[in-house]
């Protein structure tokens, strides 16, 4: 979708002109009486992807997902989907495509009740002339989809609010469209049913790979759906990235305020919160590490340990133990202060915290083969748990391959292949 303007009101030329002008919102509805539904909307979506579309009542969700097929005309710009170019299609071309592509989900269930949830499911299927035997083989394995065995010769009047969106969502499945189109799908169920259904519509995506556009109000759903965000503001997008990216790095007050009672420390994953550290081999010996830690050259005032074969990290040395007298010759190993606690980059902060708490020298993060990413310290942790950004050093920090400054030192650093996988990545200590 890009530039994408949508203006209610019979003013639609005026108040284009306006808005190309520089007009807000409040200005166009006061000359022309139009309403600015969308101001200049640009985003893709990736196939098989779940993008979530967020934002305050009034910010134009809805009227975003309605663009995309049409059912809201936009007053300019392009929709393009796959190859075709959304907007250009004729009345007739583009009824077709819409069956063929989009998938609806409501928040009100709108099936009709005066079907059975077989028939409601079918629908789609037979306004397309699609045979009985057929639809109903179709409609029948989208309920059962959906965990609704059993309940296909129900009316919606026998079936939960639960069950009858698990139905809205087994006729949107029934017609094996690319695209689901979700409008506060879940917002009217009660907080435990949507979880489910939240975790459900998770797992169908993965296994069905359909791309989803999912507009809500919360956020706290929109990270546990765990797609990408874009969030809207008076029609425009404020922000868009993935909730990691959101909450860690929240652009203006309005973003600011959805993020505020977002717990951090259960999104955020310790790969993003890592620096990385200078290390070298096991074997090593001690005078290799010197320039790694000698302060005209390097900011880092410990070296870590890692194994030669496969960049495990198995301890630390700081710098006075290294300079220590007597140290020239010894290896690494040899003078490393006791072991280091690992931990997967793949875990959310949360599930660290205890860890931490007992680790003064913070935990070694290890990638799913076991290699060393880089070091959680306490204060990276807290500065996210307060909603700081990782480190306003990062970028000038230390860094394996750039921006080490001393020549001598940068070779220094460990250089393996790829190792084997490790397995299922799990906090340890060597
Ligand atoms: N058919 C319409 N005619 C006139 N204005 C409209 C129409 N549909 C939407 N709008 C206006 O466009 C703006 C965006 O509305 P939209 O329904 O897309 O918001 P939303 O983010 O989906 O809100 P909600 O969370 O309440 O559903 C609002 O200012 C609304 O008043
Ligand atoms: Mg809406």
Redesign the pocket.
């Known amino acids: 979708m890009s530039q994408i303007v949508?203006l209610?009101?019979d003013n639609e030329k005026t108040a284009l002109r306006r808005l190309k002008e520089g007009a807000g919102k409040a200005d166009i509805l006061a000359e022309t009486g139009a309403?600015?539904?969308l101001d200049n909307v640009s985003f893709s979506v990736n196939e098989g992807e779940i993008l979530v579309v967020m934002?305050?009542?009034?910010?134009?969700?809805?009227?975003?997902l309605r663009c995309l097929n049409r059912l809201?005309e936009p007053t300019a710009g392009s929709i393009r989907i796959g190859g075709t170019e959304v907007t250009e299609l004729s009345t007739k071309a583009l009824r077709e495509f819409r069956r063929e592509t989009f998938g609806m989900v409501f928040q009100h269930f709108a099936l009709f009740p005066n079907r059975t949830i077989a028939e409601n499911v079918e629908y789609g299927l037979e306004v397309q002339g699609v045979d009985r035997k057929t639809r109903r083989e179709r409609a029948l394995e989208a309920v059962e989809l959906v965990g609704l065995k059993g309940w296909d010769a129900k009316f919606p009047r026998q079936l939960s609010g639960g069950m009858q969106q698990r139905a809205g969502l087994a006729r949107a499945l029934c017609a094996d469209a690319d695209i689901l189109l979700m409008?506060?799908a879940f917002s009217a169920l009660d907080p435990l049913i949507r979880r489910d259904m939240q975790n459900e519509l998770r797992s169908l995506q993965q296994k069905l790979r359909k791309t989803i556009v999912f507009?809500s109000?919360d956020l706290d759903e929109a990270i546990h759906l765990g797609g990408r965000i874009v969030l809207?503001k008076d029609?425009a997008i404020a922000q868009s990235g993935t909730a990691e990216e959101i909450l860690l790095d929240p652009q203006g007050d309005y973003v600011r305020r959805f993020v505020e009672n977002i717990d951090v420390s259960s999104v955020v994953t310790l790969g993003r919160l890592v620096r990385p550290q200078p290390r070298l081999f096991q074997g090593a010996a001690a005078e290799e590490a010197w320039p790694l830690v000698e302060p005209a050259q390097s900011r880092a005032d410990e070296v870590f340990v890692v194994t030669c074969d496969r960049d495990m990290p198995v301890g630390r040395i700081d710098r006075g133990r290294l300079s220590a007298p007597g140290s020239r010759g010894q290896r690494l190993d040899k003078l490393m202060d006791g072991g280091i606690a690992r931990a997967p980059a793949g875990a959310v902060l949360k599930s660290v915290l205890p860890l931490l708490a007992s680790e003064p020298h913070g935990l070694a993060v290890v990638d799913e083969t076991g290699r060393f990413v880089g070091l959680l310290t306490r204060e990276v942790a807290l500065r996210a748990l307060a909603g700081k950004q990782p480190n306003e050093e990062r970028n000038t920090a230390w860094n394996g391959s750039s921006t080490t400054t001393a020549a001598s030192a940068s070779s220094l650093w460990t250089n393996t292949p790829a190792a084997p996988s490790i397995g299922s990545p799990s906090i340890s200590r060597h």
Do not use: A, P, W
């Open positions: 949508k209610f009101g309403v600015l539904g934002g305050l009542s009034g910010s134009g969700k809805s009227t975003m809201v409008d506060e507009v109000h809207m029609g």
